[in-house]
């Protein structure tokens, strides 16, 4: 992205629309009171405590399933032609773990060849099984996220855990607020996190899939960690 680039004005846009989507416009307008006035030039800060009102107020005027409907829906995205080989497999094959592999062997060669990571910070990540395939678990898929790419030398070497958590995070307004242990969003935020695996496996399998957080640095763990749910899905696919 050109450094022109805002990502807070991008996001903001996107949770507008996807609230006004959900629930509608009257509502989308009460959460984003405000939001006019932020941008990645604003204050950090201001920032965080603009997004906390917001998805407080958000949580407030909505229930459980449409606040995490539209979070979900806010994420970033893998491009559809990065997906489509591993759709392609799905499409011929109807196996899950054949699909799984495949993307487990092609995520090892873009962390070694793309961010040029050392073979040991390479092993690490695979021994604890991050990244972009997942673990399958039944009808389960159970995804912890790496390292912001940035920092991922970074989170390996960093003993103490508050800044190990910062180092960690990929959004960028919680990695600000996680320099301060004082200061958190509430949890329903990180749907938006899960987003991204909703998005690579409906794009998949071609069927809805439901997302459940299991672990994220915001509230205290070491990483973030998703369930996603397969539906419709025989054990043996």
């Known amino acids: 992205m050109s450094e022109s680039f805002d990502f807070d004005k ?3 846009g996107k949770l507008a629309k996807e609230i006004s989507e959900e629930v509608g416009e009257n509502i989308a307008n009460e959460v984003l009171e405000g939001s006019d006035i932020i941008s990645q030039k604003s204050h950090r800060n201001d920032v965080f405590e603009w997004s906390d009102k917001a998805i407080r107020k958000l949580e407030s005027l909505t229930n459980d399933e449409e606040i995490k409907e539209i979070l979900l829906s806010c994420a970033c995205h893998q491009s ?3 997906l489509q080989p591993y759709k392609d497999l799905y499409v011929d094959t109807e196996n899950i773990d054949l699909v799984i ?8 060669v873009f962390i070694k060849d793309a961010l040029k990571l050392e073979d040991k910070y ?10 972009f395939a997942g673990v399958r678990a039944g009808n389960k898929i159970i995804a912890t996220k790496i390292p912001k790419s940035s920092f991922i030398k970074e989170w390996f070497e960093e ?5 190990k958590r910062a180092l960690f995070c990929h959004c960028p307004r919680i990695r600000d607020a996680l320099k301060d242990k004082e200061k958190i969003l509430p949890k329903s935020y990180c749907y938006c996190g ?9 794009t998949i399998l071609q069927k809805p899939v439901e997302i ?13 960690k998703f369930a ?4 419709d899905l025989n054990e043996s696919s």
């Not at 003993?159 to 800044?163: A, I, N, Q, R, S």
């Not at 996603?228 to 539906?231: A, E, G, R």
Request: charged content about 30%; proline content about 4%; overall charge negative.
């Open 10 to 12: 991008y996001w903001i």
């Open 80 to 82: 559809p032609e990065a």
């Open 101 to 108: 592999q495949k993307m487990q062997k092609d995520f090892e």
């Open 122 to 131: 390479v092993q690490e990540i695979v021994v604890r099984k991050m990244g």
């Open 159 to 163: 003993t103490d855990p508050t800044k």
């Open 194 to 202: 899960g987003g991204y695996y909703k998005n690579i496996w409906e």
């Open 212 to 224: 459940e957080i299991l672990e994220t640095v915001m509230h205290g763990d070491e990483v973030c």
């Open 228 to 231: 996603i749910q397969l539906s």
